[in-house]
């Protein structure tokens, strides 16, 4: 069974910081690849930032660097997003994935490689 699971999401005034979380288990805990997306209503799905598993290797949309960080605590299977500096063109439902046993990324969007989706609302 593959699972993962988000937690973190909130409101925050603008300037504000966030830490999302996914904890990664089954099939997935050895993917090498796992990221958070986000997806603004009437917007498409994009990659926010993504860690590689054997070399922390992290990248991340331009929009957000030099504001958030992904990390990964592997004996916990937990990815990490710190959102800092936060603004409202942020707000979005933020999507945990794992690239799939044969490594695909992203994964399928009809898999099981996703989370279930975390709310961020930043206000002005």
């Known amino acids: 069974q593959v699972q993962l699971v988000e937690s973190g999401g909130g409101l925050v005034q603008a300037g504000g910081s966030l830490r999302l979380s996914c904890t990664v288990s089954?099939?997935?805990?050895?993917?090498?690849?796992v990221g958070w997306f986000r997806q603004a209503p009437g917007r498409e799905r994009t990659l926010v930032a993504v860690?590689?598993?054997?070399?922390?290797?992290?990248n991340y949309a331009d929009s957000v660097k030099g504001r958030f960080a992904i990390s990964r605590d592997y004996a916990k299977n937990t990815v990490y997003l710190q959102m800092n500096s936060l603004k409202p063109e942020d707000t979005a439902v933020y999507y945990c994935?794992?690239?799939?046993?044969?490594?695909?990324?992203?994964?399928?969007?009809?898999?099981?490689?996703w989370g279930q989706g975390t709310q961020v609302t930043v206000s002005s």
């Open positions: 860690i590689a598993k054997n070399t922390a290797t992290t």
């Open positions: 089954g099939r997935t805990s050895s993917s090498s690849l």
């Open positions: 994935a794992a690239s799939t046993d044969g490594g695909r990324w992203p994964p399928p969007r009809d898999s099981d490689y």
